[in-house]
Structure formats: C-alpha cells, structure tokens
C-alpha cells in the first residue's frame, strides 16, 4: 500500500535562483520553443519571453518559455529584438523546466480511446469523490498515447464502513477478504478502502451526508491518481500477462516516487492558478519542500520492499530523487523502461544502469551533489539490497 505521510507536510518555497551570468551566444538570434540550443540550463530573453535550454531526450533545446515583463531604458529610445542573457536557474528550477517539457510531450500523445477508472463511493457521498477521476482518467490517456496499459480495469472504492466495503469489493476483488488495511491496492488494477484515510482525515471520521472541503477534494484527487499510477507500474513490470503478486518488489524509493511524480503532473495539469506541477503540488501540502539536507533515513534504506518512510522528509526525497532521474537520465520512458527489465531479470542494479545509462552507485553521487551536502557528511555507500517481496 503507498500512502502518503500523515503528518508533518509544510508548504514550501521554490529554490532559490542562482547568480552566475551567461555570455551571449550568436544563436540567440535563433531562440525559439523547440529549437536547438548548447548549454542545459542557459536563458536567453527574446520576443518578450525567457527562454530556458533543456534537455529533452538526447537533444538540447529551448523550452516553450515564459512571458515577461520588459521597461525600455533611459539610454533606449527604441526596443530591440535581439535577446539578452539572463540568470542560470537553480538546480531544481532546471529540472522543473525539464520535467514541464517532457510531461508536455507525454501529453501531446494522449490518447483518445482507453479504459477509464471507475470510481464507487458508499451511497451519500459527496460528488467530489468520483470527481476525482477526472484527473486519473488524464494519466491513463497520457500512459495509453506513450505505449503503456493496463490489462485489467482500474477501480477505486471508497466507503465508511467494513461491512460496505466488503460487500462491494469482495466480489471484484479477486478471491480477497477485504478490506485488509485502511487503503490498498488489490489484484493489481483497485484501489480500496475508507474515505477518512484516504484524505488524511481523523481515524473513523464519516463522509456519507457528508461535503468534502476544497483540500480534502485536492487530496483525493492526487489519492486515485496516485494509485491508478500505480497500477500502470505494476503492470509494466508484469509485462503482457495480468498481475498475480509473485514478483517481487522494485526499491520503495523508486516505486513511491514514480507514483509521487507522474500523479503530481496529472492533478496539475491545466490548474486554474496557472502553477507549475511542482508549485502546485507543493501548495496542496502533500509533499515538503526541496530538501536542504539528508534525512534521518536516505535513498538507501529504501531500496527494498519497507515503506515505513518515518516521516515527510523521506517521504518527500523519492519525489525529487525520481524527478532527478527523469529529467536527467532517459524521461519518462526510461522510467518505465526500469520497470519492465527488473520484472524480467529481478536485478534491480543492473537495470538501472541500462535504463537510465548511470549506475546506482553514481546516481547516489550525483543525488549528493544535487542537494549540495559536503563530502563528510554523505552517508557511506552500502551493498544494494537484494530484490524482495511486499
């Protein structure tokens, strides 16, 4: 089961901007979305919009750009279309960017036909629960378009109490005696189990006759699309056949943070506040901010099947570890790519290295260096634990 933490979650500040100047190329001439570009990370200003030069596949190229606001000088007595160099983004600012361009990608390629989830609440519940498929039902187009599926219909249920939800999932939920936890996915495509967990509430709170408030509908939402996610994952790594639950798990880190990131892009995506994906999920108070250190557990006590995270911060570290990888090292694709090749060789290490073209060992450096945490202060690279079953 993949929760998120129940306590602790702060809003956040975006990374601060960094300093350093860019010279002027002559190929700012030709700064545009979509055309090349020579330095990831480098902004030029042109046509009244910032463009930044990301990564997108194999190729370098200028992002779609941001508008902004330009005041003529005293010197000036008339404007110029030549752009300007402008500040380096930070770190995670670059992924960011990175990450808008490859999820704009993704979804140019949505699919128009597929299997949407169903959602079944207890009788009485607020509509806001069944609106909650509105954002799953654009992850699953964008998973379809990109070569992805689910064999099995996806369902989420929700309801007050046992004996509801064993009545209506019993039957569906192949031969299992549900609900066996507060919130599970079960036979690989439901999701199911009690409303008051599911938005984070007080432990028995109902929800029959009962609205939802603008969070807890926020919550929801990212709740199903979290675990539709999930699915999608879980079948990668089944391949052609259904789910059955004997392979064993991919690292906990990875696994969370792949749901974390792809179900941050969907409820984000088209937002009224015109937020960046990560802007927005950050405001929804599911997640913490960048980190500023390590936590008290990193990346390598995740790397089998516990997901007793301890708390939001390690919590929060395999959304921006698995962002890192995507924008970095192969996209969304690559992503999957892991996915499939640890379900048909159970050798985690290995397919990293050929999904994302940098060993476990590497990453964890450049992970290090990401969040700037001195060389004294790294915690010291362990044997990778060996694949297990949840």
Known sequence: ????????????TCA?????????QPSFSAVKAGSSCTKSGQTAIASGKKFTCVKVGKKLQWDKGLTVSTKATPSSTTSTAKPQP?????????????????????RSKSASTFTPIKVIV????DSKWTGASKHSDLLIAAFVGNGYKLLQEPIAVFGDTEEWLSATGKPIACGRSVPEQPLGIYCGHIQLGYGYFAVNAPEGEKFVDKPLTPAQAKTIDYMVAHDVATMYELQAQYGSISYDGTKDQIPAWIREGFVQLFAALA???????????????VSSNMIESFPKGLCTKTLQDFESKDRNWGGSCASSQNFYAVELLAARHGGFDALFKFVTLFGTSNDWTASFKTAFGISREDFYTEWYDYLNIPQGNRP???????????
């Open 16 to 24: 601060v901007l960094g300093i350093s100047i860019l010279n002027a």
């Open 122 to 125: 207890q009788p009485g519940y």
């Open 267 to 281: 409820i984000s995506d088209s937002n009224t506040e015109k937020k960046s994906y990560f802007d927005y999920f």
């Open 1 to 12: 089961m993949l929760l998120k933490p129940k306590k602790g979650l702060a809003l956040a």
């Open 380 to 390: 010291a690279l362990t044997p990778a634990a060996p694949p297990a079953h949840y």
């Open 86 to 106: 402008s500040k380096e983004l930070s770190g995670h600012e670059k992924v960011i960017s990175q990450v808008e361009d490859l999820w704009s990608e993704w």
